[in-house]
């Protein structure tokens, strides 16, 4: 990796975390902090010394850092941040440098692939770099927040039993009903049950007493995944069955699911959706009284559009 004089480059370590998590926040990062990183780093197809980079100074302070994911077949995302202190230095595009040689060997077996890259869509000078790199925006997406105190969970209604998940039996309904819910969604590739049970049960914050199934009868309809990191509560997933939209059920299991938090002393609660989700969930997340915290929009190139 090619960095200007007085830098270094090396593999993360578990103990970089909340110095990492500093970087973030200096850079105006809100809704990504340590716990946020643990629980991407304790995915079982995450490589800590593969798959991230740490840039330091001269005095050995991590400044920068980034890393790549290959979740899915044919496509490696990336994300990155350096400390505004140690901007237009040329440490942003080195770091672009080693992200796409990275996702160019990740990619080296697949017959076509996919480079995408995630930046704050305030970010002119990343958008301007990825543009002249070939990549072009495909997707816009929003961290979107609500303070959960003082929120009911509601009672179930028009036949609608809302409670939550009896762990480990009913993780397969679960992971069956969102994989249902999200099958005409962008992007979403689904995985098998053996390895969805083991990125959520395995991971550092699992905690199925925050999740949620509605059932219409005995019929499972709809489903919320969460998590609590740094006492920052998240919505993982949520998904209902095409043939009971429209029926206020994701409000329901939200409400639920906020006053889950709110009785657990979370004062903040986040989700990520995307900005053009056709089911209309931005509007149910405004309408629940969730506010957009941070934006951010997904850069891609295709193998033959460019460099892979």
């Known amino acids: ?12 370590r578990v103990s970089d975390l909340e110095a990492i998590a500093h970087v973030l926040a200096a850079d105006g990062q809100t809704t990504i902090d340590a716990g946020f990183l643990a629980q991407q780093w304790s995915h079982s197809e995450f490589d800590l010394s593969r798959d991230a980079v740490v840039v330091l100074d001269g005095d050995q302070r ?74 072009r925006p495909v997707r816009h997406f929003w961290h979107m927040e609500i303070d959960p105190t003082g929120v009911v969970a ?28 999200f099958a005409e969604d962008w992007g979403y590739h689904p995985l098998a049950l053996e390895r969805w049970v083991e990125e959520h049960a395995g991971g550092p914050n699992h905690d199925p007493s925050l999740w949620g199934l509605a059932f219409d009868g005995a019929e ?17 997933e949520l998904g209902v069955r095409p043939s009971w939209r429209g029926r206020g059920i994701a409000a329901a299991l939200l409400r639920r699911s906020f006053a ?30 969730m506010r957009i915290a941070t934006r951010w929009d997904l850069w891609e190139r295709v193998r033959g559009d460019g460099a892979a």
Request: glycine letters at 10%.
């Open 1 to 12: 990796m090619e960095l200007p004089d007085g830098y270094s480059a090396r593999a993360p």
């Open 62 to 135: 991590i400044v920068a850092y980034a890393q790549v994911n290959a979740w899915e077949p044919a496509i490696v995302e990336s994300w990155g941040t350096v400390h505004p202190a140690h901007r237009g230095r040329g440490l942003g595009s080195a770091l672009l440098d080693e992200l796409e040689a990275r996702a160019a060997r990740l990619l080296a077996s697949a017959v076509s692939g996919r480079f995408r890259h995630a930046i704050d869509a305030n970010d002119g000078a990343a958008a301007a770099m990825l543009g002249s790199r070939g990549l």
């Open 154 to 181: 509601p009672a179930g209604s028009d036949g609608i039993v809302i409670r939550g998940v009896d762990a480990p039996s009913e993780l397969a309904t679960v992971h069956r009903v969102l994989v249902e819910a």
């Open 220 to 236: 499972p309809v709809a489903a919320l995944t969460a998590t609590l990191t740094e006492g920052r509560g998240w919505v993982d």
């Open 260 to 289: 889950t938090f709110s009785d657990r002393g979370v004062r903040r609660v986040i989700l990520n959706v995307d900005a053009e989700n056709p089911t209309g969930a931005t509007r149910l997340y405004e309408r629940v009284g």
